[in-house]
């Protein structure tokens, strides 16, 4: 049920919005109080939080619920894929909230670890060095999207979750469909079918000849049923491929417009982990993530937060706030790494970040050693934006070299 809309809330800035110049956050949403009322696109009020610690306040506070169909007045801007999942399917933790989730991800904890991250490196560069040639292969002028920053988050779950790899081709089609926002919802329950009978298959085929990947450690070394483990592999999908595929193509195409920046980088490679994490701060794709649902009236950065209320993190404007970093707006590589909110904050802190740290270096080093010349095939602002997509980024990126 949608809240009703009185005429005070019409001059309310909606969310989410455009963002500015390509990747700068809506203006409309900087400089106001850290934590002000707003009206969500389908035209409920809650609020929203641009202050830096005030997201970390929110994010921390077990006073914010993350499942997100508490309140029965509550319309979020949510993707089909959660909208399809309303009822929080088994394993899906991103969307609890303690102790529930604490069971789920205390049991990946230990596959998400800096040191897995660096166990993998090896097979994360050898899926880089693959991608690199199947972009090369394709010719110039190429999608980067298509041939590069799609391919590769996608082999890396492969890997991580042990799809055996005459099945990746199928993987990949059905990741790549899953995630694209224009399917109607008849193509897209289609697409999660074939998603829902691939993992069944796999735990199957796991249960009876078990390997060293995450699905085999979890069918032979936990109590999880079935259903569980296709709700953990389902959502390692969806949280690790668009958001690592957007942040890579949206990260060449912000080198690709800054050229000095990106000089610098081919003059001194040791500098891309922390440009990765300048890129994470400053093109923080997540347009419309986290939100959370007050479940008591709180006082947050001087807002009265009533039970029931929505609150929309704005992860674009929190990191552009001069409370995390001098000179904000500034893509600056050479800048000492900031404790950035791109991967969130609290008991639902990214639990992939180290292993898309992982794959955004490789990929940048490649990218940057394999194409001296790289650069833009057509004008800036042919380049088409994702601008309605809930993770922010560009739809193809045509380069040449
Ligand atoms: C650059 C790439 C990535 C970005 C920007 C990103 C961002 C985020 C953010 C902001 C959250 C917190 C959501 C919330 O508080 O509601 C999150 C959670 C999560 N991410 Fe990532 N992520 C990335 C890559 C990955 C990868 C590669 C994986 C795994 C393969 C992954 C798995 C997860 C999971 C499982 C959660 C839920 C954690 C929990 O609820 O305890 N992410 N991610």
Same mark, same amino acid.
């Given at each position: ?7 005070? &809330? ?20 900087? $400089? ?6 707003? !009206?969500?696109?389908? $035209? ?8 830096? &610690? ?34 929080? +399917? ?34 994360? *560069?050898?899926? #880089? ?6 972009? *090369? ?18 082999? #890396?779950?492969?890997?991580?979750? $042990? ?12 990741? @790549? ?29 796991? !249960? ?14 936990? =109590? ?15 949280? +690790?491929? =668009? ?16 050229? =000095? ?14 440009? #990765? *994490? ?15 649902? @007050?479940?008591? %009236?709180?006082?947050? +950065? +001087? ?22 970093? %001098? ?6 590589? $050479?800048?000492?790494?900031?404790? &950035? ?19 955004? #270096? ?12 790289? =650069? ?18 560009? &739809? *193809? ?5």
């Amino acid at each position: 049920m949608k809240a009703p809309t009185c005429p005070a &809330h019409q001059d309310l800035p909606s969310y989410p919005r455009e963002r500015e110049d390509y990747v700068d956050p809506p203006a409309v949403l900087r $400089g106001g109080p850290p934590v002000s009322p707003l !009206r969500f696109v389908e $035209g409920s009020i809650g609020w929203l939080v641009t202050g830096y &610690h005030e997201a970390r306040q929110v994010l921390s506070d077990p006073r914010f619920s993350a499942e997100r169909w508490r309140g029965d007045d509550t319309v979020q801007p949510i993707p089909a894929w959660i909208r399809s999942n309303r009822g929080n +399917g088994p394993g899906t933790f991103m969307v609890m909230d303690p102790p529930k989730h604490g069971r789920y991800r205390s049991l990946l904890t230990r596959y998400f670890t800096v040191k897995r991250a660096r166990d993998l490196q090896a097979r994360v *560069e050898d899926i #880089v060095v693959e991608g690199l040639d199947t972009l *090369e292969a394709a010719g110039h002028p190429a999608d980067l999207v298509r041939h590069f920053a799609l391919p590769v988050p996608s082999l #890396v779950i492969c890997e991580l979750l $042990g799809v055996p790899y005459e099945e990746r081709r199928t993987f990949q089609s059905v990741a @790549a469909s899953i995630m694209r926002q224009d399917l109607g919802e008849a193509a897209y329950d289609e697409a999660r079918v074939t998603l829902v009978r691939f993992f069944d298959a796999l735990i199957k085929s796991k !249960r009876q000849r078990p390997g060293s990947d995450l699905i085999s450690e979890l069918t032979s070394g936990t =109590e999880l049923r079935n259903e569980e483990i296709m709700g953990i592999g389902a959502q390692l999908l969806v949280a +690790g491929h =668009e958001t690592t595929m957007n942040m890579l193509s949206l990260g060449a195409f912000t080198l690709l417009r800054n050229p =000095e920046q990106t000089r610098k980088l081919r003059a001194d490679p040791s500098l891309i982990p922390g440009a #990765v *994490e300048e890129l994470l701060r400053y093109l923080s794709i997540l347009n419309a993530f986290p939100v959370r649902i @007050a479940l008591e %009236d709180a006082v947050i +950065g +001087g807002a009265t937060v009533r039970a029931g209320q929505s609150v929309a993190i704005s992860v674009p404007t929190v990191n552009r706030d001069p409370a995390l970093v %001098d000179d904000p707006d500034t893509f600056d590589v $050479g800048r000492p790494r900031s404790a &950035h909110l791109a991967f969130g904050y609290g008991i639902h802190q990214c639990l992939g970040q180290h292993l898309a740290r992982t794959e955004l #270096v490789a990929a940048f080093r490649g990218l940057l050693d394999r194409f001296p010349a790289l =650069e833009l095939a057509v004008p800036v602002e042919k380049v088409r934006m994702r601008t309605d997509m809930v993770v922010y980024g560009v &739809h *193809e990126l045509p380069v040449t070299w």
